[in-house]
């Protein structure tokens, strides 16, 4: 008998299928990561509602009291909410996940498994304090009168979108992570710097219109603003920036896929 051993060509060399096989381990992981974030907290899970809130009143009270932003006629609150909503999964996707392989170290320098894995179950476990926060924006949402139209149906693409972007540079900072231990301080800055050049806290109206299709380079833009117009019926939408958005975090996601699996060899030899 003999075996060849050919290397994969193309998307084949991404290993897709491979996480398939090892999916009752994802969900291992996201259970485990959802009880380390919260194991032996005073307050347990209801930080997930603490965090949103906080940012809220920051937002409202700063873009809403006193630099006087427009919210298109609707109650401030709502519109931080509608932009904390996806801003929030994220930060907490992109954070975790970032740091995730670094995390696991033990496992991932003992036991086989594929170490995609480890990036993606930490996105997926972000979900739970989405969860938290979707209920708290549509309890302000009932709170203020306003019931979502038709459009909330796209609201999954917009989520989709998100998750794809986070999970994208999940994966390319998991893999620098490994090697480059700064990597930490760059993601922490960047979230922070990320959370007021992103339409969080106030509209992409009060942008130029020349630039805001530049703006919209923010794959973002697009998520949060899609967010608000699905569940309050106002947001900037264009089709261009939508689908440059897309382009971009594609690009971006297959950019990092081929680079972690490039680079997973020495993860058990560096780590």
């Known amino acids: ?32 990561d959802i009880l380390v974030r919260y194991k032996q907290t005073v307050i347990g899970i209801a930080w997930a509602a603490i965090r949103p809130l906080s940012a809220i009143f920051v937002f409202t009270f700063v873009f809403g009291r006193l630099a006087k932003l427009p919210s298109d006629g609707l109650p401030y609150p709502l519109i931080a909410f509608a932009g904390v909503l996806p801003w929030q999964l994220f930060a907490t996707a992109f954070a975790e996940s970032s740091a995730s392989v670094v995390g696991n ?14 990036p ?26 306003i019931v979502p139209g ?17 999970t994208a540079g999940g994966i390319l900072f998991s893999a620098l992570f490994v090697r480059y231990r700064d990597v930490r301080h760059i993601v922490g800055f ?17 942008v130029p219109e020349k630039w805001r299709l530049l703006y919209a380079l923010n794959p973002l833009v697009g998520a949060i603003e899609g967010f608000r117009w699905c569940l309050l019926g106002h947001g900037w939408i264009d089709a261009r920036a939508l689908a440059i958005e897309s382009g971009i975090v594609i690009v971006a996601l297959l950019f990092a896929l081929y680079y972690f699996r490039a680079t997973e060899a020495t993860f058990a030899d560096v780590i």
Do not use: N
């Open 1 to 32: 008998m003999h075996i060849v051993l050919k290397r994969r060509r193309g998307l084949a060399r991404l290993g897709l299928r491979e996480l398939w096989e090892y999916r009752e381990l994802v969900g291992f992981l996201v259970w485990k």
């Open 105 to 118: 170290a033990q496992m991932v320098s003992k036991v086989y498994f594929p170490r995609l894995i480890v």
């Open 120 to 145: 993606i179950s930490s996105v997926a476990s972000a979900l739970v304090d989405f969860g938290v926060t979707f209920v708290l924006v549509i309890a302000a949402m009932a709170w203020y009168g």
């Open 150 to 166: 038709p459009r909330v149906i796209l609201l999954a693409l917009f989520l989709l979108l998100c998750l794809a972007a986070a």
């Open 190 to 206: 960047g979230l922070q710097l990320g959370a007021y050049i992103s339409p969080v806290g106030f509209t992409t109206a009060i």
